[in-house]
């Protein structure tokens, strides 16, 4: 009888040391899903409107707000109406931030290396850091930003644009150049999007 009492007391200190631990996480700093090798596809109205990839997404939800972290880095593709592939977004480290409270958005932020491509106009963004606004659909940065375009090339701080990366606005722009065409019969093919043969060279 007293071997048995022995073994429940020693089973009710363990359980007693484990919620112990547990009072000591601390939530804000724990992922609480890890979701590895991340396909997401946002649709409307039965047409595909955006897919995300990533190698290592993480939830985290503290009393403010729930985020996701994307540590290993992220690829945002946006698509048309149509349904054409249109823009490329690639950073080595992303965060959506979900504010708890009503009157504020949602806030999707890219950092370290970011690359923003928009295939049908084959216009180039490389900057540090984007935020994205989803409810005012816009992309923006105060940073440095590199633009390349048929055009010619622009750098300058700071970037506007709408979620698709079309009509870019570069902000403080200083030592750019542009590039004169004079056969204007040029083709430009969105090799993307294109489908059937490619005009023979």
């Known amino acids: 009888m007293l071997a048995t009492t022995l073994v429940v007391a020693s089973i009710v200190v363990s359980c007693k040391n484990r919620i ?3 009072d000591r996480l601390d939530l804000s700093r724990t992922p609480t899903q890890r979701i590895y090798d991340m396909f997401a596809v946002q649709t409307k109205n039965g047409s595909v409107e955006m897919r995300i ?3 290592l997404m993480e939830h985290y939800d503290t009393d403010s707000a729930s985020f996701d ?7 945002v593709y946006g698509y048309t109406d149509e349904g054409l592939l249109e823009s490329v977004i690639v950073a080595d480290n992303a965060r959506h931030i979900v504010p708890k409270q009503k009157d504020r958005d949602e806030i999707w932020e890219a950092f370290g290396n970011v690359i923003l491509h928009n295939v049908i106009e084959q216009e180039t963004m490389e900057t540090d850091t984007i935020y994205w606004d989803q409810a005012k659909k816009e992309i923006y940065t105060d940073c440095y ?3 390349y375009s048929r055009q010619g090339f622009l750098q300058g701080f700071g970037m506007r644009s ?3 990366v079309r009509n ?3 902000y403080r722009p200083f030592d750019g150049y542009g ?3 004079q056969d204007s019969t040029a083709v430009i093919i969105d090799s993307v999007n294109f489908i059937g043969p490619f005009p023979k060279k």
């Open 179 to 181: 590039y004169v065409v």
């Open 168 to 170: 870019s606005v570069l």
């Open 20 to 22: 112990g631990e547990a």
């Open 145 to 147: 930003v590199k633009l």
């Open 69 to 75: 972290t994307f540590p290993r880095g992220v690829s």
């Open 53 to 55: 990839e990533s190698d």
């Open 162 to 164: 709408d979620d698709h």
